[in-house]
């Protein structure tokens, strides 16, 4: 019987909506909802055309010098099909109509407690809205796509010179830090946008020796078929399934993506391809973590079409075969200057949920995301890159992985 999946929420924007920016109450001070300062004449809008925006929490103390940008997760269209389904069933993905002036936050790396989250309990954290439906990259009007506003690229720019303007970066000192993250399609933006946002940071702080850090979360697409007997609709969003390459090549025009150039000069008849990690990560300039399930279930529930418990043999194996790609395509990464974690479990996003630190490799329970993540933030760019992977041997088998959603 073919799962109607109208009933479950692991499939395509919801699913990355759900995980990626999962409105989990948090202990604490409130995050303070800011809209883009003059955003039409800056085109820093959502694709309805309304101001794009962020929610600001500020550090204290010892986090005071620590910033963080984080972008939120949530798919994209690529057509005018898959756009109007968008704007049908996930309107708070176009626009920032529905939310609220504050907001208590996410946990994992937001968490305000100290003794789960000792590094980023306390720091400036900016966790930026994602309207624009086009992994971050796009600088397109309406007019021209006759479709929506795609301007993701230029939401990342006004966020960066209003948090400097505004919200206390230009005060920071020389001995800020800066780590640059996000999920999902936020994990895309990461690798679209490591490099620009580094140095319109730099440009904005007068400061070329300022260093971001990076950190991809479920972010590292990959180009991999689909299942040959995938369903043709996906029946959440009633919107025709094409490989994610396909997605890309036809959205990589339609939003005027901005993609980092010394990629695309590598890659001049398919610079869509710079949306993988898998192709983009060796023209990434900052230190980057990722993290990426070997059994991802965005990827995984896009591509086969059907949920864990409804794979036949074929579809085990297709699972299984896409797994081994992920491991060896992040275990190639590590040869730049990038450090994984990979977890064998049917997951997505860790960084703003409890997997941060509660999902765990099997074979050292001390080794989650958040503990790598620890010693990797401190050296600041000088370790070298280490490969956390589990090799369980079955699916779902790491220690904590949460159950799959049916």
């Known amino acids: 019987m073919l799962l109607n999946r109208q009933a479950f929420v692991s499939?395509?924007?919801?699913?990355a909506f759900v995980l990626c920016c999962?409105?989990?109450?948090?202990?604490?001070?409130?995050?303070?909802?800011?809209?883009?300062?003059?955003?039409?004449?800056?085109?820093?809008?959502?694709?309805?055309?309304?101001?794009?925006?962020?929610?600001?929490r500020p550090g204290s103390g010892s986090g005071q010098q620590v910033w963080h940008f984080h972008l939120m997760g949530g798919f994209w269209c690529w057509d005018a099909e898959s756009c109007a389904e968008r704007q049908k069933r996930a309107p708070y993905l176009i626009s920032l109509a529905g939310y609220k002036e504050q907001w208590s936050g996410p946990v994992g790396i937001f968490?305000?407690?100290?003794?789960?989250?000792?590094?980023?309990?306390?720091?400036?954290?900016?966790?930026?809205?994602?309207?624009?439906?086009?992994?971050?990259?796009?600088?397109?009007?309406?007019?021209?796509?006759?479709?929506?506003?795609?301007?993701?690229?230029?939401?990342?720019?006004?966020?960066?010179?209003?948090?400097?303007?505004?919200?206390?970066?230009?005060?920071?000192?020389?001995?800020?830090?800066?780590?640059?993250?996000?999920?999902s399609a936020g994990g895309v933006g990461v690798v679209v946008n490591a490099n620009f946002v580094q140095a319109t940071l730099r440009d904005l702080l007068k400061n070329n020796a300022t260093r971001v850090l990076s950190l991809a979360d479920a972010g590292i697409m990959f180009d991999y078929p689909l299942y040959p007997e995938h369903l043709p609709l996906d029946h959440v969003f009633d919107t025709t399934i094409i490989p994610a390459l396909e997605q890309f090549t036809k959205g990589f025009p339609l939003w005027?993506?901005?993609?980092?150039?010394?990629?695309?000069?590598?890659?001049?008849?398919?610079?869509?391809?710079?949306?993988?990690?898998?192709?983009a990560y060796s023209f990434i300039d900052t230190p980057m973590l990722v993290n990426q399930q070997q059994y991802d279930a965005w990827q995984l529930d896009w591509n086969i079409g059907y949920v864990p418990a409804q794979y036949n043999s074929s579809m085990e194996t297709y699972a299984n075969?896409?797994?081994?790609?992920?491991?060896?395509?992040?275990?190639?990464?590590?040869?730049?200057?990038?450090?994984?974690?990979?977890?064998?479990c049917f997951s997505h996003c860790s960084t703003d949920n409890n997997n941060w630190a509660n999902l765990r490799l099997s074979d050292d329970t001390?080794?989650?995301?958040?503990?790598?993540?620890?010693?990797?933030?401190?050296?600041?760019?000088?370790?070298?890159?280490?490969?956390?992977?589990?090799?369980?041997?079955?699916?779902?088998?790491?220690?904590?992985?949460?159950?799959?959603?049916f």
């Open 11 to 15: 499939g395509a924007v919801v699913f």
């Open 256 to 279: 005027n993506g901005q993609l980092d150039s010394s990629c695309t000069a590598a890659y001049p008849k398919q610079p869509e391809k710079c949306y993988f990690g898998q192709y």
């Open 321 to 344: 075969n896409y797994r081994l790609n992920t491991v060896e395509v992040l275990a190639v990464m590590t040869k730049k200057q990038h450090t994984i974690f990979s977890g064998m």
């Open 111 to 183: 968490a305000q407690n100290e003794t789960t989250n000792p590094l980023f309990h306390n720091v400036n954290h900016v966790y930026v809205l994602y309207c624009s439906s086009d992994a971050w990259s796009g600088d397109a009007s309406k007019t021209q796509s006759n479709i929506f506003h795609f301007r993701g690229k230029k939401i990342v720019k006004a966020v960066l010179e209003d948090v400097y303007k505004y919200r206390g970066l230009r005060e920071s000192s020389d001995q800020r830090q800066i780590l640059f993250s996000g999920c």
């Open 22 to 56: 999962c409105f989990v109450a948090a202990e604490g001070n409130d995050f303070t909802l800011f809209k883009i300062e003059e955003a039409t004449t800056r085109d820093a809008v959502c694709s309805d055309g309304s101001a794009a925006g962020y929610y600001f």
């Open 366 to 405: 001390d080794t989650s995301l958040a503990a790598v993540f620890g010693p990797w933030w401190e050296a600041q760019g000088t370790a070298a890159p280490q490969f956390y992977f589990d090799h369980c041997g079955s699916f779902n088998c790491s220690i904590g992985c949460p159950a799959p959603e």
